[in-house]
């Protein structure tokens, strides 16, 4: 197939520039899910000598989206986390990755966090695109060698990240 990277972009920028709400996003998923599947774009952009475990292999100038290769050689099993003011779409190129998808049931404000709790959990596989919106908090779970390609819409070096933490069951009732 042969997807290159300046034509992922082009692509991301068309569908964003269309329509910058659920609609275009939904659209980068489309084109993300087409990367996924192509051998060369994996073999060429996603090794574990440029992306362990985070390389921005692209940055628009204008929009400010990030194409970005992931590369996790062992188990990574992340914490309850959002994306700040921006969103991200994930997507597996290479193996297997648990998402769980948190529901707030506490708001933090000042130095207190905001408390979560599990709501559904699913796995990633191969060709699989999931668009997380601005707000919503997940967690991956990674066991083995994981490749994928994320989405951000803007850099996320650049921005500040919620304070979440999940809730003790006793909390969550409350």
């Known amino acids: 197939m042969d997807y290159t ?3 992922l972009s082009a692509d991301i920028r068309q569908a964003l520039k269309a329509d910058p709400g659920l609609a275009g996003k939904e659209a980068v998923c489309k084109l993300v899910s087409k990367v996924l599947m192509d051998d060369e774009f994996i073999a060429r952009h996603l090794t574990p000598d440029q992306c362990k475990p985070r ?3 692209y940055e628009d100038p204008e929009l400010g989206f990030c194409v970005c290769g992931h590369v996790y050689e062992k188990p990574a099993h992340g914490s309850p986390h959002d994306h700040g003011s921006s ?30 709790e599990a709501e559904k959990s699913y796995v990633m596989r191969r060709g699989d695109a999931h668009l997380y919106d601005v707000g919503a ?7 083995g060698l994981t490749k ?8 996320l070096d650049r921005v500040k990240r919620s304070n979440i933490k999940a809730a003790e069951p006793s909390l969550a009732q409350a």
């Open 5 to 7: 990277l300046e034509q």
């Open 55 to 57: 390389k921005v292999l």
């Open 87 to 116: 969103w991200a779409i994930y997507g597996l190129a290479v193996g297997d990755t648990e998402m769980t998808d948190w529901r707030i049931v506490k708001k933090g404000s000042g130095e207190s966090p905001t408390l979560v």
């Open 137 to 143: 908090v997940h967690s991956p779970k990674r066991d």
């Open 148 to 155: 994928l390609v994320r989405i951000e819409g803007a850099n």
